[in-house]
C-alpha cells in the first residue's frame, strides 16, 4: 500500500482541526436552529460523522447518493439518485455535506432536486474542493481544503472502495487514469 501513496496531503490532526472550525461556523450560523445534516454516500460519512460531533447546534441525520452514468472515466453529466433521502426537508434548513467537489455536476443535481421538495434553506459544506476540474459553476458554502488537482484517498475518499480506512489524506500515485473519484 505504501508504495502507491505518494504522499501525505493532510495529517489527521490538522484535519480534525479544520473539521472543529468548520463545525464552529456552521454552529454560529444557524444558532438557534435545528439543522437536518445530509451525507453524500459513500465518501463523506467519515467527514459528515466528525462534523456534527463538533457541532454545539441540535441537527438530524439522513443520507443521500447519487451516481453519474456514462461511458468512460468521464461524468456523462447524466445523474440518478440511487439512495434518497427518508426524512422530509420541507421548511427545514438543509446542510449537505459531500467528501469532494470535484465537477459539480452531481451536487448541482442533488441540491436542485432538494430544492424543489420547500427546504427553509440548502447550504452546502464539502471537505475538499478540487476546483481545476469544475465543469458547471458551483461553489460550497463551507470548505475544508481547496486543491488544484490530483488523485487523493483517505479520511472516507476512495479509490475502487480502497482507502476510505486511512485517518488522512494522501496523493495516490500512479494516479488513476482519468483522475475520476467516486463521488463527483
Known sequence: ????????????????GR???????ISRDYAGR?????????????????LIRALSIPCQTDFIRAAS??????????????????????????????????????????????KLRNPRSVKVCAFLDKRKRRKVHFE???????????FVVGYGLDFNEQYRF???VYVLDPAPEGEKEANE
Do not use: C, H, N, Q
Request: cysteine-free.
Open 69 to 114: 452514468y456514462g461511458a468512460g472515466t468521464e461524468s456523462s453529466g447524466k445523474i440518478a439518485i440511487t439512495k434518497d433521502i427518508e426524512m422530509d426537508v420541507a421548511g427545514r434548513d438543509v446542510l449537505v455535506v459531500e467528501d469532494i467537489l470535484d465537477s459539480g455536476l452531481t451536487l448541482r443535481y442533488i441540491v436542485d432536486a432538494l
Open 34 to 50: 435545528e439543522i437536518l445534516v445530509i451525507g453524500v454516500l459513500k465518501g463523506a460519512f467519515v467527514f459528515m460523522a466528525d
Open 19 to 25: 473539521v472543529s472550525e468548520m463545525a464552529g461556523a
Open 140 to 150: 460550497a458554502d463551507y470548505v475544508g481544503y481547496t486543491m488544484e488537482d490530483g
Open 166 to 168: 486511512l485517518p488522512g
Open 1 to 16: 500500500m505504501a508504495d502507491v501513496l505518494k504522499k501525505v496531503l493532510l495529517e489527521p490532526s490538522e484535519i480534525s
